[in-house]
């Protein structure tokens, strides 16, 4: 059966829950990454995408 006498002891509630301190360190470090500016080797490279789809687009509509 379920013996209940060797459980841990709960802690108090802080009232944001058990992972309080892992949900505050992830939105900063979210936030640290949001405010990161794009590099500009990642923008030159989705031009390129873009140019090449829009490219593929229009010799599939020239068939």
């Known amino acids: 059966m379920n013996d ?3 459980a841990r002891p709960r802690r108090m509630d802080d ?6 301190d892992i949900g505050a360190k992830l939105r900063a470090l979210y936030g640290a990454v949001q405010d990161e500016g794009i590099p500009e080797r990642l923008l030159d490279l989705l031009d ?3 140019q090449a789809e829009q490219q593929a687009s229009a010799a599939g509509k020239g068939e």
Request: hydrophobic share 25%.
């Open 4 to 6: 209940m006498r060797n």
């Open 15 to 20: 009232g944001l829950g058990p992972t309080s």
């Open 48 to 50: 390129k995408l873009d």
